[in-house]
């Protein structure tokens, strides 16, 4: 029997785990959250539903350096960062750091300025 203790449908022994560690205030890497997990004795479903669940709260982050500091970003925040290291080669830490600033980071779809130069790379190469 699946026994569900909040709104986001969890099973209580993740929701205890997370309890434990400081969540959702504390950034690790998927390696770090999978061994706590199965450290506090989560099993192989609970651990999916946990990944599950950071992944889609974006939580689940990745140690990224870059412009002299560490940042944890999220799997599509990394992915807006490497299109704007291509369409940007020189000065992309800058631009990260605008996107950051605005809240924009991760959303390369919304991302105006990355599309018109995405745009303008396409037509030159026609």
Known sequence: ?????????????TQDFLS???????????????EQAETYGLDA???AELEQHLESSN???????FAGR???LTKQEIEHVELLKVCFPVGWETEVEKRMQRR???YSNRD???KGKKKAKHSVHQ
Do not use: F, K, S
């Open 1 to 13: 029997m699946t026994i569900y203790i909040n709104q986001e449908d969890l099973y209580e022994r």
């Open 20 to 34: 434990t560690v400081n969540y959702p205030n504390v950034h690790m890497t998927w390696g770090q959250w999978c």
């Open 45 to 47: 479903t609970e651990i």
């Open 59 to 65: 939580q689940l982050t990745r140690p990224v350096r």
């Open 70 to 72: 560490q940042w944890w």
């Open 104 to 106: 924009e980071l991760g």
């Open 112 to 114: 105006v300025a990355l």
